[in-house]
């Protein structure tokens, strides 16, 4: 049964940095594309991160890109996403998926883990 957990959310000032987690289980995360999606108040489902292959391809949404990373660790078989530089607008529920093996959006995939960017 493939089970995916967010988690590392919280409030932090615009400039500061977060890392969520990913945790998954009944896969290997490091065999899949994994992708962090997220959704602000009033937003659409907006794609941020892509990394599959053993990590040797990563992309990032243009509105993140320099300040988000993307990584596994293969032994705990969690995705991190750490991200530095945060601003107001990074302010969103986030969400990890793996989109080979589960399908849907940001409106049926759980809580995720709420960011707030907020001085």
């Known amino acids: 049964q493939v089970r995916l957990v967010e988690s590392g959310g919280g409030l932090v000032q615009p400039g500061g940095s977060l890392r969520l987690a990913c945790a998954a289980s009944g896969f290997n995360a490091s065999l899949f594309r994994m992708d962090w999606y997220r959704q602000g108040p009033g937003e659409t489902c907006e794609l941020v991160a892509v990394v599959f292959s053993g990590e040797t391809i990563k992309n990032y949404a243009d509105s993140v890109k320099g300040r988000f990373t993307v990584s596994v660790d293969n032994a705990k078989n969690t995705v991190y996403l750490q991200m530095n530089k945060l601003k107001p607008e990074d302010t969103a529920v986030y969400y990890c998926?793996?989109?080979?093996?589960?399908?849907?959006?940001?409106?049926?995939w759980g809580q995720g883990t709420q960011v707030t960017v907020s001085s």
């Open positions: 998926t793996a989109p080979s093996l589960r399908g849907g959006s940001c409106d049926s």
